[in-house]
């Protein structure tokens, strides 16, 4: 079956690391992008990072350049994102999601056809 | 950045009804538009891409028309199903999505 299966969720406390994943089955992995998405009530659906395993190409939105980690294990068929310093404005749903398209020097077209379940990630002190 | 703004927020109707939700973006798009639905606790799910162009699996009840700036989805027959929210998403020049329209039951 073609599926994008996410980690559970988490609930950490300001300033701790996380690692979220995503991992794909039915498709051949490294050859499409790979993407992130939050989710907030107040600020809706944003990318956030999209990844392309096969050679590692990545892009971030500025938004969230600085503020995340995207990376993937081709050998697992995972994708991740990954924080250092979580602040409780992290908190959200992320979803990771594969695109039907390409990314060339200076931008990236292409719809999601397929995505993961969602993570829920709650920072609270 | 691109923005796109869907309308309305929320939609009441009933089996049988035809609805349309609009969404607009800040500046032309082309036909780089997507339509997506979400139910509680699932993943989005793409029902039309390019604009009008149905995904595999859409039922042909959902139709996307519009270019350039202005997008429209209609359902021609409103289903039990069909009660959830509904984002549009610009892929013109990365990714911005509309605000959803929830589309419950009138």
């Known amino acids: 079956e073609v599926q994008l299966v996410q980690s559970g969720a988490e609930v950490k406390k300001p300033g701790e690391s996380l690692r979220i994943s995503c991992s794909a089955s039915?498709?051949?992995?490294?050859?499409?992008?790979i993407g992130w998405i939050r989710h907030t009530p107040g600020k809706g659906l944003e990318w956030m990072a999209i990844?392309?395993?096969?050679?590692?190409?990545?892009r971030y939105s500025p938004s969230f350049q600085g503020q995340v980690t995207i990376s993937a294990d081709n050998a697992n068929s995972t994708a991740y994102l990954q924080w250092t310093n979580l602040k409780t404005s992290d908190t959200a749903m992320y979803y990771c999601?594969?695109?039907?398209?390409?990314?060339?020097?200076?931008?990236?077209?292409?719809?999601?056809?397929?995505w993961g379940r969602g993570t829920l990630v709650t920072v609270s002190s | 950045d691109i923005q796109m703004t869907q309308s309305p927020s929320t939609l009441s109707a009933s089996v049988g009804d035809r609805v349309t939700i609009t969404c607009r973006a800040s500046?032309?798009?082309?036909?780089?538009l997507a339509w997506y639905q979400q139910k509680p606790g699932k993943a989005p799910k793409v029902l039309i891409y390019?604009?009008?162009k149905l995904e595999s699996g859409t039922p042909p009840r959902f139709s996307g028309s519009g270019s350039g700036t202005e997008f429209m989805l209609t359902i021609s027959s409103l289903q039990p199903d069909d009660f959830a929210t509904y984002y549009c998403?610009?892929?013109?020049?990365?990714?911005?999505f509309g605000q959803g329209t929830t589309v419950d039951i009138k």
């Open positions: 500046q032309t798009i082309s036909d780089w």
């Open positions: 998403q610009q892929y013109s020049s990365f990714w911005t």
């Open positions: 990844m392309y395993p096969d050679d590692s190409d990545i």
């Open positions: 039915g498709f051949t992995f490294p050859k499409y992008w």
């Open positions: 999601a594969r695109s039907m398209g390409y990314c060339g020097v200076d931008n990236c077209v292409g719809y999601f056809d397929l």
């Open positions: 390019k604009a009008s």
